[in-house]
């Protein structure tokens, strides 16, 4: 059940389970990736540390490592595996990226596809419809519109936007590299341009989203390992001054032969250092006392690592379906978007975090919001995905179809109709023969190993020593704002009444004009993204 009339306070986003993290959870889900960055780098050395025995082999699959006292992510409330069952509906040639195509989308797809009664059925359950931050937005001033309408199903009361958690891990990334790229030219190891161009990292066939993905994770790894390269090599000259630990092949083997409560203390050292409040407040303290030293590119260094972690968290926790981390990193995103000033995403996480966080939705109704965001199709306890994913794979599935059906004696929306009817049954069809006789397709491109490229990124920056902290401070020409600081001002007291305003009176998502809430047809084909078919990938 719903309740929209409860608003929203900053005081419930404060003592939110992910801000305040009594509980501990974040701090795990730090240390852990902490703990994976640096088994990411020196996998066979971490792996012969913490393994009891060696891997078995099953068959022709590969061997399961199972680690002994390893930080393991932690589990809050997941789902339990399951496959997930998916219809493809039947082809929709509205512009669904304006109002009136709104309407007309609404229409087809509950009337006309799914049969429903606009008198009769429509006074009862909300249906909940998961989409971009435009099609949640379109939706609200749909309701807004609507308000006054006599019929249950013209006032859209049982229309529930969502948004999809996709579309969100893309928007969070895109402020990670607007907040940390630094200039295209820069030589300053705590810029995430210096990163890309060290580790030669090039777009080529990738989208932007799975590249800028690509740069912020190898950038974490290369942080942490460096950190932990000093950190080892201090550790070391308290027993032994003369150990250098200056190439791989003495780390790997000092890795081996140290203990696993050392290996965690250092684990923890490094979060201790770099995972803190302090670090993330280095503009706001030089402005408070001007004779206090800061080390900024230190802090840098910080910004980098505890941002990319919170999405790092929100990958991992879609992929197990734990919709209690969920719940963490929306109250998380108010803080983080708002000091961004990535203006719709603060209308966002407001929105799910007063549907998830609030007694405004009943926790039947915040488990079902967060539950059929996720989709599983092999069924596996690590498998979910986001259901607008999903959409984006039937989206280049159509593209692949229409490429190479297209004909210049057969028009594009005819078989546009027609693909949208067949594709569900042609993937299945598919899948039928090649089991049958066991032949496979896979047009999957094999990921190149990337750990020697984030072992010399982790001994630049360790050999720079930018990540080991000066009490008596450094200046740097590269510093990036302090996003959490902003989000916790005073300024966010005025976003929470302003989207308790918009709510109430059914204002647009994040203060978009509806004249402005225009995008290219469907038919444009050639402009849908392009989704790697990995879901490691992504």
């Known amino acids: 059940m719903l309740h929209p009339d409860i608003p929203l306070s900053r005081h419930g986003i404060y003592d939110a389970p992910g801000p305040d993290d009594q509980d501990g959870v974040i701090r795990q889900c730090q240390i852990h990736f902490i703990a994976e960055a640096i088994r990411e780098t020196h996998r066979e050395a971490v792996e012969a540390l913490f393994m009891d025995q060696p891997p078995k082999q099953t068959g022709s699959m590969k061997p399961r490592i199972q680690l002994v006292d390893w930080p393991e992510f932690p589990a809050v409330e997941r789902l339990l595996p399951r496959k997930t069952p998916n219809y493809g509906l039947g082809p929709i040639t509205e512009n669904e990226g304006t109002i009136d195509g709104t309407y007309a989308v609404i229409r087809n797809i509950f009337v006309d596809q799914l ?15 998961y989409g971009d931050q435009k099609t949640v937005s379109l939706i609200q001033v749909v309701k807004k519109e609507q308000a006054e309408a006599t019929l249950p ?49 090039v777009q080529g066939h990738k989208s932007p989203f799975h590249h800028k993905e690509e740069v ?32 791989d092949e003495e780390i790997n083997h000092y890795i081996k032969n140290m203990t696993r409560a050392s290996f965690h203390r250092i684990i923890e050292n490094i979060r201790d250092e770099l995972f803190t409040m302090a670090e993330q407040q280095s503009e706001n303290m030089a402005k408070l006392f001007p004779d206090r030293p800061i080390d900024f590119p230190f802090s ?11 999405y790092k968290i929100m990958k991992k926790a879609i992929k197990y379906a734990d919709i209690g981390i969920l719940r963490r990193i929306f109250a998380l995103c108010c803080f983080l978007f708002h000091g961004s000033k990535k203006s719709k995403y603060v209308f966002l996480s407001l929105y799910m975090t007063w549907l998830t966080q609030t007694p405004a ?7 079902a919001i967060l539950a059929n965001g996720l989709v599983n199709i092999r069924g596996a306890e690590d498998s979910w995905f986001e259901i607008d994913r999903l959409n984006e794979f039937f989206n280049l599935q159509m593209k692949s179809l229409m490429t190479t059906r297209r004909t210049s004696t057969v028009e594009v929306t005819p078989m546009f109709q027609r693909m949208a009817l067949t594709a569900s ?114």
């Open 115 to 129: 049969g429903y009664n606009p008198d009769t059925d429509f006074d009862g359950p909300l249906r909940l419809v």
């Open 153 to 201: 199903y013209d006032r859209c009361n049982w229309l529930l936007p969502i948004p999809g958690l996709f579309h969100w891990r893309t928007n969070y990334m895109d402020m990670i590299h607007e907040l940390y790229s630094g200039t295209e030219a820069a030589a300053d190891e705590t810029t995430l341009h210096h990163n890309k161009n060290f580790l030669g990292c």
């Open 216 to 247: 912020a994770t190898r950038a974490f790894d290369a942080r942490v390992t460096a950190k932990f390269y000093l950190l080892l090599r201090s550790f070391a000259n308290e027993k032994d001054k003369d150990i250098q630990l200056s190439t």
């Open 300 to 310: 840098t260094h910080a910004k980098v690592l505890q941002q990319i972690a919170i």
């Open 361 to 367: 939705a009943s926790p039947e109704l915040q488990k």
């Open 425 to 538: 049954y042609c993937t299945e069809l598919k899948a039928k023969l090649e089991a049958e006789f066991g032949e496979y397709s896979n047009g999957r491109h094999q990921i190149k190993d990337a750990s020697m490229d984030v072992r010399n990124l982790a001994h630049e920056i360790a050999q720079s020593d930018s990540i080991q902290k000066h009490l008596n401070g450094r200046d740097s020409w590269f510093k990036p704002p302090d996003i959490l600081s902003r989000g916790s001002s005073e300024a966010l007291a005025k976003g929470v009444e302003k989207f308790n305003q918009q709510r109430l009176h059914g204002g647009c998502q994040g203060g978009e004009e509806p004249s402005h809430l225009t995008s290219t047809p469907i038919a444009a084909l050639d402009k849908f993204v392009t989704i790697a078919d990995d879901e490691d990938e992504i």
